[in-house]
């Protein structure tokens, strides 16, 4: 039950969302209640200078609040940084690069 009332807490809208870059692990990582919670994008290299972003996952109690797009973001800016090229193989990666058609972006990604 304190799980839910710290689900019902959290607002993705809040500008202090921290996306850790774990390079290691090739994650992408937001923890939503201290480090029990985390919703995570994980990526894998497919080549010397491209990444192939497989999936993005936020636990149920905190999905619909916008919190996989900081992911999203987080890893299309990544890409662009370091300019890599990128398969889009999630589903949501491809709605919020087509949700949010930036230039950068369409030139990293592979079609």
Not at 28 to 37: A, C, E, M, T
Request: glycine share 4%.
């Amino acid at each position: 039950m304190a799980q839910a009332a710290q689900a019902n807490a959290f607002d993705a809208s809040n500008p202090q969302i921290q996306v850790e870059h774990d390079k290691k692990r090739r994650q992408f990582v937001i923890r939503l209640n201290g480090s029990h919670d985390r919703a995570v994008l994980l990526y894998e290299y497919v080549g010397k200078k491209t990444v192939d972003l497989q999936h993005t996952e936020v636990p149920d109690a905190y999905r619909g609040r916008g919190i996989a797009k900081h992911l999203a973001k987080a890893a299309m800016d990544f890409v662009v940084e370091e300019d890599l090229k990128a398969h889009l193989t999630c589903w949501y990666i491809q709605k919020y690069v087509k949700e949010n058609p930036q230039p950068q972006y369409f030139e990293h990604i592979y079609q």
